[in-house]
């Protein structure tokens, strides 16, 4: 019996340790220990709790530790954590070192060694502790090295930073042997490997199949949370089980799970035990010598796995209904609240602050909502799976409805799981049941306060990428830190500003659930980009005000007081726009509320801070001269206002500097106005995007000094931002605290043939037929030749013909091929998608524009998914692969270019048969046809087939109905996606206080699961890029780049390439673009054993077959705040490549890094800087803004400005630094052959935005070049399975003739009204913004855009009507770009621009005047 007792004992064990090895994140208890340290603690205004918190005190009274070392790395010192006993006489003394995530451990650690060495009569301990990210400093280094040469045990936990875990394993491996001890608890699997008690080891952990991991992997699938609290259980009884087992392997097992029993107990109490257990029974000179006691070896002390706590209770509770009883009975009635009346927020705690008694910022949390009148629920979890009790706590017992208001998450960390491994569905689908706020908070944990203070970019990169950008996967919204670290003890401290904003906004949020709608009031901000009235309404592909006109009547609906609904968009622009009481010619807007200058600096504590930058209020924005303006209208309860421009968008100086401005007055006054004035219940920002969350301040981590959070400061933020624009909502959830909800960009059409290209496409068309003709073919590619080059197409052709060649004297191969080449750039421009129109909010696509989506989505290959595109099967149907047709058709072959068309056709046709079964008769979509289930889809399959398989044979491609069926089951889901709407429910569930359901943001084509609109955006986890599909996709365009550089630059390899990096382009694919960074410089990304990207390898010279190519990395400054982790791997992988002893003709990293040392006189690591951005929350190079606004005196301004702006170098050696360093930027880009970006998706390319010409760098590279060599310049088009590399002029040509100068776009964005007349003038603008900075805009392109939209009287007159002050702008983009020398024309084009003008003036005063 005891034998088979034994074995079934050991079987446990080794399935408990398997279950720590395997399933870290379900004995994470510890992950949170919170780490930080505040000024100054505020009492609660009238709270019980008093008595419980820290008394207020001066700051000089915290001690925060060693002061700033540099970087952002704690600078705390490790010093504060050596206890060393006082007296050693008569007494074994061992030496402990240890290494944690967070300090938190270090309060209950020099407890228990000072209780050691006070009570013990036989041994003492010396304890020293390292926070992990304290290893960074090469001194704190070698002090841990020192130590554990001299020490008798190592603990570690929680070492889940990759660099920093291979820091400890070098240290500590080579002293394992000569250690008494070696205790890990969960961390990084080579740190894990390290443990050592006795004869238990993990030496083979990670290294082999483990059945007990897999075990534990598909019990966790099978029963959720319940295996892993049923494992904690398990832990908890397993030492009174482990007493009895006999054998020493048991006994060492047996120390291991008491160490770990002990560890998660985490008070001095519990660690004092552990920490003379493992010295009575493993230090060889105390182990055996009876100079330990039995009974001060005590059993762990443990809390409940799960309950709710509250600092005054008598007890943890373990059933929501007594806690209720004690609370409402007892608790509320002492702390003066109703608990009928009140609302109920529900806190979420880590069950090792309470264990450490490390709570005060919980107390001051709790103090805080109860002194403002709320009942609180904290729950707590025993791992960090926190759905159970979430499930069990905050609904009352037998109701499914939740039972607080709101929640915050004081954890950090997402919902399920903890560093390691995280369930988001499992989250998300607990969150949609719960249906309330929730809101993630962060406590600092390696900064400490001061730190963070003086910190421009705010809260640490890792614990951004931990504890913010995986929260917002779970729909969590608000990351405000709270806490911060008490340097010398390392014990928790409230922030008081951050716990009074925090308690504030959670109950405001509450406060939506139990407010009536007709009592709301809703703030409704536009944004105006350039200012101009022309401008108002700004929003990315969104017809602002027939959406915000959909809002009112949906609010309506709900029993809001909206007032009196416009009947028209065009009454409700007009309202807006007009001020009512102007007399005379005013550009002033609709004034709503004139506030007073003294009104407004009482309502307004930081105006002074504004004085640096603007002096006094009312300053000369937003102003009469006597009180401060706020634009807009009111409905009811509903404020429609205009958010002012930056200010300083027309001031050359201001536009220079390094540093964004405050914002103005005027700025400061709109949102002071809205929630101290009109007291709005929630603000809704419309469309992307506004200016509130650019405003200078942290990069993440706000502070009570940063701009946006003084801005929004306890108002709700709810923002309607486009769903291909992740990134920059990302900064605005951030940054402004909003709660996202997307809206769908208009679907992407077929840019189509029009006018010329039109007539040159049925010549190619006449030519198949008669190609063999002797006498008739040479003449139709005569015709060829002279249409294309009356199209500009010989732009784009090197070799056509010239005008007077002859076709007759060619070959038939010869003509082939210029017809071929011809046919090739009309397909691309006649395929080139572009998004049609504007959006509304709460209007689900056509079935027009549904299918021309699902064509899109058919194209690509989704091998993720198990299917092949559409074009893929097809070719594969007649023998082809689809990949060589693409070569062919790339190279002009005409028979591979008609085959290509073909194909493109037959997929078109295919998937227009799926959706015409659900279409109505209106051309919508009101249920899609559920073909694979529905009787309908049998009896076509008895009748010859599906519908698209039909109309594939009509084509001539007879593609398996089994091969095409995974596809076309994908495409009828996806069509439910694209015809779902949520967009206006979703602003209606968050107005009544409700949760809004997550989902990334990016390109529907790529990834469907953006669809459908109407969720909170989320990015990605930023440490899972680039992923394996990524990096080929990468390798793909990089050989392609190379290739193309080679054949131009008269096959010589480029030596250095500048490269812009921005954060939607990277989410969407991703990482191809830092993928095809690592791919130049020759170093490949690996994921560590938690399948994180964040190793890097070089790759042997062999191996990659050409020379390193150096690169200069400009990171956009969305890019820099949603991944600076990745800038990291960026700067190692070029320093890395630089220190690789190799030839300078095979390592143009190395050649350059060398050279710019000897020069600069700095080491060969400093001379590799590669990685520039921004300064911390300051965005762009302002180039944009100055040509936007016209207010610019040169290129050579324009120059200074990216120069002076984006020169802010990153350097991985002092992660989360960005330090001014121009004269390394200039030296870098001086040696550059090519400039470089990436176009990833249909929605946006070169002139839809001015983003890609404001990071453009090819004019300045060409002015510190000292040969004055203009680069080359490439972008690389991956928007089609078909991935291109084409010149900058070449894609600037096929832009403009595809939207610009294309009547399907123009024609498109006029059916709009007012918002489209201003979308086709940002086009030429931002094409005008190309030949400022690039040069590589073609004159004809001008010429046909003054014919189209100039010459006509037509549309003269349907530009004017819709939009003077607009249709005024694009008169002056013209003049302008001839004024510039970048437009030349004839005199009859300018005198009718110099009239035309004159008359828009005049009939802009008229308009005002009536």
């Known amino acids: 019996p005891n034998h088979l007792f034994y074995q079934q004992a050991r079987g446990i064990t080794s399935l408990v340790v398997s279950a720590l090895i395997a399933g870290t994140s379900a004995f994470q208890s510890s992950w949170t220990q919170r780490a930080v340290s505040p000024s100054r603690v505020a009492m609660p205004r009238r709270s019980i709790l008093a008595p419980t918190m820290m008394a207020p005190t001066d700051e000089a009274l915290l001690d925060t530790g060693a002061g700033g070392r540099g970087g952002m790395f704690t600078s705390s010192n490790p010093e504060d954590r050596r206890i060393v006993p006082a007296d050693k006489t008569g007494k074994e003394t061992f030496k402990v070192v240890y290494v944690v995530l967070e ?22 301990v010396e304890v020293v502790g390292y926070l992990l990210e304290e290893l960074r400093d090469e001194g704190n280094l070698a002090k841990f090295k020192a130590d554990v040469e001299t020490a008798n045990v190592f603990i570690g936990s929680l070492i889940f930073v990759q660099e920093l875990a291979e820091k400890v394993v070098e240290v500590v491996e080579p002293m394992r042997d000569k250690l008494d001890a070696v205790v890990v608890f969960p961390s990084m699997p080579e740190v894990m490997r390290l443990n050592k008690v006795g004869s238990f080891t993990m030496a083979n952990l990670g290294q082999s199949k483990s059945i007990v991991a897999d075990f534990m992997k598909s019990k966790k699938k099978q029963d959720g949370s319940s295996f892993e609290e049923g494992m904690l259980k398990l832990l908890r009884t397993l030492p009174k089980v482990l007493k009895y087992l006999p054998g020493d392997k048991a006994a060492d097992a047996k120390s291991f799970m008491m160490s770990f029993q002990y560890w998660l107990g985490g008070s001095p109490e519990n660690l004092e035990a552990f920490l003379l257990m493992l010295a009575d029974k493993y230090v060889p000179e105390i182990a055996g010598k009876s100079l330990v006691s039995e009974e001060d070896i005590i059993e762990p002390i443990l809390l409940p796995d799960k309950g709710i706590w509250h600092p005054l209770a008598p007890r943890v509770f373990e059933d929501v ?152 996967i779970d729909g969590a919204i608000e990351p405000i830190i709270y806490a911060g670290r008490e340097g010398a003890t390392g014990r928790s401290v409230p922030l008081p500003d951050r716990i009074t904003n925090l308690a504030e906004r959670s109950l405001k949020w509450a406060n939506l659930r139990r407010k009536k709608n007709e009592d709301k009031k809703l703030a409704v901000t536009v944004f105006q980009f350039p200012p101009d009235k022309g401008n108002v309404g700004t929003a990315a592909y969104l017809d602002v005000f027939g959406s915000i006109r959909a809002v009112l009547g949906e609010l309506k609906k709900e029993g809001y007081n909206v007032g009196e609904i416009p009947d028209t968009t065009e009454e409700l622009v007009e309202i807006i726009l007009k001020d009512k009481e102007a007399k005379f010619d005013s550009p002033t807007l609709n004034i709503a509320y004139r506030m007073p200058v003294k009104e407004y600096e009482e309502k307004t504590w930081y105006h002074k801070d504004l004085e640096e930058n603007w002096g006094p209020a009312p300053g000369h924005l937003n102003t009469d001269g006597t009180d401060m303006l706020i634009f807009g209208a009111h409905f009811g309860n509903v404020f429609i206002g205009v958010q002012p421009t930056f200010g300083y968008e027309g001031d050359p100086m201001r ?102 290209l039109k007539e040159l496409g049925e010549l190619v068309s006449s030519y198949k037929g008669l190609r ?19 199209c500009n197409l010989d732009k784009d052709i090197e070799d056509l013909p010239l005008e007077d060649a002859d076709a007759k004297e060619m070959t038939l191969d010869q003509r082939d091929g210029v017809v071929g080449a011809v046919y090739r750039r009309l397909m691309e421009i006649e395929s080139r998608l572009l998004p ?128 095409l069926k995974p596809l076309f089951e994908y495409l009828e889901f996806c069509l439910k996606q ?41 990015a990605l986890d930023p440490q899972s890029i680039p992923t394996a599909a990524a990096v080929d996709c990468a390798r793909v365009v990089v050989e392609r780049l190379l290739e193309r550089l080679k054949i131009d630059n008269g096959d010589v390899w480029p030596e250095s390439i500048a490269f812009t990096l921005w954060g939607t382009d990277n989410i969407k694919t991703y990482g191809e673009s830092l993928a095809q960074v690592l791919m130049l410089v020759g170093v490949k990304p690996v994921p560590d054993a938690l399948g994180r990207v964040n190793k890097l390898e070089v790759i042997p010279l062999e191996e990659l077959g050409r020379p390193r190519i150096d690169v200069v990395v400009s990171c956009s400054g969305v890019f820099r705040d949603l991944f600076i982790n990745q800038m990291a791997l960026l700067d190692r992988a070029v320093k890395m490549a630089a220190e690789a002893d190799e030839p300078s003709e095979m390592n143009f990293v190395r050649k350059h890094a060398l050279e710019t040392a000897e020069e600069m006189q700095v ?129 600037v040509r096929l832009d403009a003739r595809t939207k610009l100068l294309n009547p399907k776009f123009y024609e498109g964005m006029l059916a709009s009204g007012y918002e489209g007349t201003r979308e086709i003038t940002k086009r030429l603008k931002n094409t005008m913004g190309w030949s400022a900075t690039s040069g590589d805009v073609d004159n004809f392109i001008y010429e046909d855009a003054n014919d189209v939209f100039i010459a006509d009287p037509e549309m003269q007159k349907r530009l004017m009507d819709t939009n003077p002050n607009a249709f005024r702008d694009m008169i002056t983009t013209f003049l302008e770009a001839n004024g510039r020398g970048y437009w030349d024309t004839s005199e009859e084009n300018l005198e009718r621009l110099q009239d035309l003008y004159q008359e828009v003036e005049d009939r802009i005063e008229g308009v005002t005047m009536g």
């Open 103 to 124: 300090s938190q451990y270090q309060a209950s650690m020099s407890k228990a060694a000072m209780s050691i060495n006070s009570k013990q009569k036989g041994v003492a």
């Open 321 to 472: 209904t007594e806690y209720s009883e004690w609370y409402n009975a007892e608790h509320a009635p002492a702390a003066g609240i109703d608990p009928a009346t009140a609302p109920t927020v529900g806190v979420i705690l880590q069950k090792s602050h309470i264990n450490t008694k490390d709570e005060c910022h919980y107390v001051s949390m709790i103090a805080e909502l109860e002194a403002r009148g709320a009942r609180v629920v904290c729950i707590y979890s025993g791992g960090l799976d926190f759905s159970g009790p979430v499930n069990e706590y905050f609904y009352a017992q037998g109701s499914s409805e939740a039972e607080v208001d709101s929640v915050i998450n004081l954890t950090g960390f997402a919902l399920v799981g903890g560093p390691a491994s995280q369930d988001h569905d499992k989250a998300v689908e607990v969150l949609e049941a719960l249906n309330r706020p929730y809101l993630c908070a962060v406590p600092l944990v390696f900064q400490s306060f001061e730190e963070w203070q003086r910190s421009e970019l705010g809260l640490h990169p890792v614990q951004v990428a931990l504890q913010v950008s995986l929260p917002e």
């Open 655 to 756: 536009l220079l500097f390094s540093k964004s401005a405050s914002p103005h007055h005027g700025f400061a006054a709109y949102y002071t106005y809205l929630e101290k004035i009109f007291e709005a219940d929630a603000v809704l920002h419309f469309g992307t995007h506004g200016s509130l969350e650019f405003m200078p301040g942290k990069q993440v981590g706000m502070a009570g000094t940063c701009y946006p959070d003084r801005l929004i400061n306890s108002i709700p933020n709810l923002y309607y931002y486009a769903a291909n624009n992740p990134s920059e909502a990302t900064i605005a959830k951030r940054r402004s605290y909003s709660a996202t909800i997307s809206y769908l960009t208009p679907p992407a059409e077929n840019a189509g043939l029009y006018k010329g």
């Open 772 to 790: 063999e003709n002797e006498s008739r073919g040479p003449s139709i590619v005569n015709s060829i030749v002279a249409a294309a080059r009356t």
């Open 836 to 963: 049609c129109g504007l959006h509304t909010v709460g209007v689900p696509p056509s079935a027009e524009e549904a299918i021309a989506t699902l064509v899109n989505i058919a194209a690509l290959d989704r091998p993720e998914d198990g299917f092949k595109g559409l074009p893929r099967l097809i070719a594969e149907s007649i023998g082809r692969n689809i990949d060589d047709i693409y070569r062919g058709n790339n190279q002009g072959v005409l028979d591979e270019v008609e085959l290509n068309q073909k194909i493109t056709e037959a997929t078109r046709k295919a998937v227009r048969a799926s959706v015409e079964a659900s279409t109505n008769s209106e051309g919508r979509i009101d249920e899609v046809n559920d073909f694979f289930k529905n009787i309908g889809g049998a009896m076509a399959m008895l009748s010859g087939g599906t519908p698209w398989a039909k109309a594939l044979k009509e084509d001539g491609f007879a593609v398996p109905e089994e091969k």
């Open 978 to 1018: 694209i015809v779902k709407d949520n967009e206006l429910g979703a602003l209606v569930g968050a107005l009544q206080g409700e949760y809004i359901t997550p989902g990334p943001g990016g390109d529907p084509i790529r990834n469907p699961d953006v669809l459908p609109t109407g969720k909170n955006m989320h």
């Open 1163 to 1291: 080491s060969l690591r400093e001379a590799a800087t590669r990685v520039f951005s921004n300064s911390a929350g300051s965005y762009s190079a302002n180039v944009g803004l100055a040509i936007e606004n016209g207010g610019w005196e040169g290129e050579q301004q324009l120059q200074e400005q990216f120069l002076s702006r984006k020169g802010f170098a990153f350097n991985a050696d002092k992660p989360g630094q960005m330090d001014q360093n121009a004269d390394m930027f200039k030296a870098a880009l001086s040696t550059v052959d090519c400039t470089f970006q990436n176009l990833d998706s249909s929605e946006i390319s070169l002139t839809d935005v001015s983003h890609y010409y404001d990071s453009d760098p090819t004019k300045v590279v060409k002015g510190l070049r000292k040969d004055g060599k203009k680069p080359m310049s490439m972008i690389a088009d991956t928007t089609t399975a078909n991935a291109q590399v084409r010149s900058l002029s070449e894609t």
